[in-house]
T-cell receptor, first 111, second 113 residues
Framework: KNEVEQSPQNLTAQEGEFITINCSYS?????LHWLQQHPGGGIVSLFM???GKKKHGRLIATINIQEKHSSLHITASHPRDSAVYIC?????????????FGKGTKLSVKP | DSGVTQTPKHLITATGQRVTLRCSPR?????VYWYQQSLDQGLQFLIQ???????AKGNILERFSAQQFPDLHSELNLSSLELGDSALYFC????????????FGSGTRLTVV
């Protein structure tokens, strides 16, 4: 079993829809990251969370430490949101400073 | 431009060869991380340097090595290359050893033929 699991693996939405991508992890963490990877390959860091909720524009990220679960929400989705969204966790102790990645969720938003 | 510069962007080389990938971190960032992204394994952490010293090691093969220089740029050396080493190699930087967000470079696409 992977230490970081994302669902769904693939997601197709119509423009304007509300989107949720989920991430569950099985290790103790010091932080959780949401990353966006565009078709060209570049990776952008969207959020870093250790508790609660963060919002940036149409993107909202939440984390529940007790349940070891995080969600990334996109409101009023747009075709330019089409990308792979990757959840990554940063562990404690010997793994501090490095990331364990989920397999990613491929989002396609149709006009 | 993220502020993290990786060169070259693309590299095609033959099996058995050695290559060097270069990363210049964002100004002021002391930590550099190297990651490998392959189709079958996804993104994997390779190694981290902090202010010139190795801080953490992940799934890095013995054929691979890295270093961080006094000017904080880093190099990832891949030797005795195999077809399976073909992947995207990303560098990221952050301000501290374990705090702050990560800024990723645009990656080096390595193809071993």
């Amino acid at each position: 079993k992977n230490e970081v699991e994302q669902s769904p693996q693939n997601l197709t939405a119509q423009e304007g829809e509300f989107i949720t991508i989920n991430c569950s992890y099985s290790v103790g963490i010091s932080a959780l990251h949401w990353l966006q990877q565009h078709p060209g390959g570049g990776i952008v860091s969207l959020f870093m969370l250790s508790s609660g909720k963060k919002k940036h524009g149409r993107l909202i990220a939440t984390i529940n430490i007790q349940e070891k679960h995080s969600s990334l929400h996109i409101t009023a989705s747009h075709p330019r949101d089409s990308a792979v969204y990757i959840c990554a966790v940063r562990g404690y102790g010997g793994s501090q400073g490095n990331l364990i990645f989920g397999k990613g969720t491929k989002l396609s938003v149709k006009p | 431009d993220s502020g993290v510069t990786q060169t070259p962007k693309h590299l095609i080389t033959a099996t058995g060869q050695r290559v060097t990938l270069r990363c210049s971190p964002r100004s002021g960032d002391l930590s550099v991380y190297w990651y490998q992204q392959s189709l079958d394994q996804g993104l994997q952490f390779l190694i981290q340097y902090y202010n010139g010293e190795e801080r953490a090691k992940g799934n890095i093969l013995e054929r691979f090595s890295a270093q961080q220089f006094p000017d904080l740029h880093s190099e990832l050396n891949l030797s005795s290359l195999e077809l399976g080493d073909s992947a995207l190699y990303f560098c990221a930087s952050s301000a501290g050893g374990h705090i702050g967000g990560y800024t990723f470079g645009s990656g080096t696409r390595l193809t071993v033929v």
